[in-house]
């Protein structure tokens, strides 16, 4: 249980901002919240709360590390907007849907072209692994706010599979 005290904590200091996020739990599920204060005083300080929970569970969820020098930056690294894949951006520009969407046929006709050389390997086995390979990074990538949806992406992947299927 986490008893949220709103009142006088509008500013909250650097050593605040970082005692709130590393007072947080592993998942947010395991919150019981209990807000004291005024609405104005909740509504001004439940969106700092918010940020600092989304980096703890995008921390607990990618073992990302990272040290920031002021509160100002710890707020406009949570309030990026590419959080898909900001807090582990070894993807580049391979990450990209639209370059996906380009590269996935030729990665496809590729692979056939391999493992037609080598009947012994199972082509549709190891496509069908790395299509769901590739579903697994998106789930691992996504966004884990509030509106975290691991299925948001996966029906893109599986239309990559029908697709670069007509190939085999």
Request: include cysteine; charge should be neutral.
């Amino acid at each position: 249980t986490l008893y949220l005290d709103f009142v006088g904590c509008e500013n909250l200091t650097d050593v605040g901002m970082k005692a709130l996020a590393e007072s947080l739990p592993e998942t947010l599920a395991e919150l019981e919240l209990h807000f004291v204060g005024s609405f104005e005083q909740q509504a001004a300080v439940f969106a700092v709360f918010a940020r600092a929970a989304w980096l703890k569970v995008t921390y607990a969820g990618t073992r990302v590390n990272r040290n920031f020098a002021s509160r100002a930056e710890l707020r406009a690294f949570a309030d990026r907007t590419d959080r898909a894949n900001h807090a582990t951006d070894w993807t580049g520009w391979a990450g990209k849907p639209y370059l996906t969407v380009l590269l996935w046929p030729l990665v496809s006709w590729y692979m056939k072209k391999y493992f037609q050389l080598r009947p012994h390997l199972s082509w549709w086995n190891i496509h069908c692994f790395l299509v769901w390979l590739f579903c697994l990074r998106d789930i691992v990538l996504n966004d884990y706010g509030s509106d975290f949806n691991p299925l948001r992406r996966i029906d893109v992947d599986v239309i990559f599979l029908f697709c670069s299927s007509i190939y085999s």
